[in-house]
T-cell receptor
Framework: DTGVSQNPRHKITKRGQNVTFRCDPI?????LYWYRQTLGQGPEFLTY????????KSRLLSDRFSAERPKGSFSTLEIQRTEQGDSAMYLC????????????????FGAGSRLTVL | AQRVTQPEKLLSVFKGAPVELKCNYS??????LFWYVQYSRQRLQLLLR??SRESIKGFTADLNKGETSFHLKKPFAQEEDSAMYYC????????????FGTGTRLLVSP
């Protein structure tokens, strides 16, 4: 297992286009998270899956954003009709366990997918 | 609402000097606190968590509920400690997202 894998690593697109990012978490991890990070800021929570169920979504996740984890394994984050404000690093993370002592809040991050919207 | 404040964007010290990266939090319940680190060209990774009460790479952090702080300390900084450090907070009840501060860049000069 090579950890959390994200593709593509870089994406440059024109405003109005759709983009999709993929995340492959650590195989034993049942929890998967998407975060967004812009310059000078810490990661901001977008959404969370436990297995295939999307259990939490941030208000940051407008209706142009959709995330799926169809079989409880990999996840995709799609942004429709991209805007320049969507330019950011999109981070995926995963964790295991059902409680805090088992490491449920110990996140393993991927390298991120950097989106540039022209 | 959960909030994490890291007042310093940059902390620059010389090798061998003590280091303290400040973190203050706001949370109405009982928090779980973390420090994550990102070295140059590497992924964001966990450094330590308050529940473990460990010293990792010489770093320690004590949760002070009275002052709502979780400062990261190291008595003698090394050049390899240069990195971006993020303090993060989660709650204990149910699912509580991990909320990050804006980060502090630590630069250790020879």
């Amino acid at each position: 297992d090579t950890g959390v894998s994200q593709n593509p690593r870089h994406k440059i697109t024109k405003r109005g286009q759709n983009v999709t990012f993929r995340c492959d978490p650590i195989s034993e991890h049942n929890r998967l998270y998407w975060y967004r990070q812009t310059l000078g800021q810490g990661p901001e929570f977008l959404t969370y899956f436990q297995n295939e169920a999307q259990l939490e979504k941030s208000r940051l996740l407008s209706d142009r954003f959709s995330a799926e984890r169809p079989k409880g394994s990999f996840s995709t984050l799609e942004i429709q009709r991209t805007e320049q404000g969507d330019s950011a690093m999109y981070l995926c993370a995963s964790s295991a366990g059902r409680g805090r002592l088992s490491g449920a809040n110990v996140l393993t991050f991927g390298a991120g997918s950097r989106l540039t919207v022209l | 609402a959960q909030r994490v404040t890291q007042p310093e964007k940059l902390l620059s010290v010389f090798k061998g000097a003590p280091v303290e990266l400040k973190c203050n939090y706001s949370y109405s319940g009982s928090p779980e606190l973390f420090w994550y680190v990102q070295y140059s060209r590497q992924r964001l990774q966990l450094l330590l968590r308050h529940i473990s009460r460990e010293s990792i790479k010489g770093f320690t952090a004590d949760l002070n509920k009275g002052e709502t702080s979780f400062h990261l300390k190291k008595p003698f900084a090394q050049e390899e400690d240069s990195a971006m450090y993020y303090c993060a907070l989660s709650g204990y009840t149910g699912f509580q997202k991990l909320v990050f501060g804006t980060g502090t860049r630590l630069l250790v000069s020879p």
